[in-house]
């Protein structure tokens, strides 16, 4: 019983040693750059949640549903209808706050890129808004825009890994 207790005490740590140095390090909430960066995270978990439906519906991996189209589309225009800048405190990028976040320190060395990208987003979302609801040939084209500009901030802008 105890032998198998430290050996596998000795196993944990071994697994330890070996695992990636991008894991996610724990954020400190009382701290309120880091509080910042949750919020941002948990802002993109709401975003990815509500897009996640629609580009199944999209790839025609989820039946496409009119009803709940239409509502991830609406709730992903409230979300981009948010003032986030609080959320994007200097001193928060992965640089000073190594393995907590993977936003790159480009988001304010190349201000107001961003912005674009952000608007670019926006932009999608509205038109995604817009023929949700019309039935899955109208929603095809709009998720593949939205999923561009996904990709159109995280390219530049955010660390593959933490
Ligand atoms: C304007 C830039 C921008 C746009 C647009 C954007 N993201 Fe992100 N996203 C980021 C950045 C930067 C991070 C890293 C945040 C951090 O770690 O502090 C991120 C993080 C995430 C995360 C991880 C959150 C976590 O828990 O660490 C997910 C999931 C995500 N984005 C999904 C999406 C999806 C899906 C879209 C499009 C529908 C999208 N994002 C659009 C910039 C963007």
Redo the contacts with the bound molecule.
Sequence with gaps: MKFTLVLSAVITALLMAVAPSSA?EPLNTKDPVEKA?KA??????V??F???PL?GMAKGKVAYDAKKAQEFANN?LALTSMKNSAM?PKG?D?VA?KG?????PA?WDTYPK??E??K???A??KQLASVAGNGADALKPAVGA??K??????KP???KE?
């Design positions: 996610r960066i941002r995270q948990s802002y993109y978990q975003v990815s509500n897009a996640g580009f992903l994007w928060s992965n706050k907590k976040t993977r936003a790159l988001i961003v912005v990208a952000s670019a987003f926006g999608a979302v939205l999923g500009s996904c990709g159109g901030c995280h802008f955010r660390a933490f």
